[in-house]
């Protein structure tokens, strides 16, 4: 039992949309990634995905209606629901996601 801070793991790495786990809650992983750019629209059929925002701006598009979820917010997406995340800055994000998603969902490269 360790406490972490989110500012050293962010400061350990500069790629954009690579997640990285820093954590475990029962069956969660806790994730951090930088964003920056579009992602690709995708969903995730079997789990939820929250995104909390640590620094910057997100904007997440739904194919009905966009959320911008700022500094010290957060958005879930619900399962089975196809989203586009979108960071016109750098932004700093914590994802809560069950074990073994993947962050692509149901789009494979």
Do not use: Y
Request: charge should be negative; include cysteine; hydrophobic fraction near 45%.
């Amino acid at each position: 039992m360790e406490k972490v801070s989110l500012a050293d793991k962010f400061a350990a790495f500069s790629d954009f949309w690579s997640p990285k786990i820093v954590g475990e809650v029962n069956d969660l992983h806790v994730k951090i990634a930088k964003f920056k750019g579009e992602f690709v629209w995708h969903q995730h059929d079997e789990a939820d995905e929250l995104f909390l925002v640590i620094k910057g701006t997100l904007r997440i598009r739904l194919r009905s209606r966009e959320v911008t979820v700022g500094e010290g917010e957060f958005f879930i997406v619900p399962k089975g629901v196809e989203h586009l995340p979108v960071a016109d800055d750098e932004c700093h994000v914590l994802l809560l996601e069950p074990k073994g998603v993947v962050n692509t969902g149901n789009v494979v490269n």
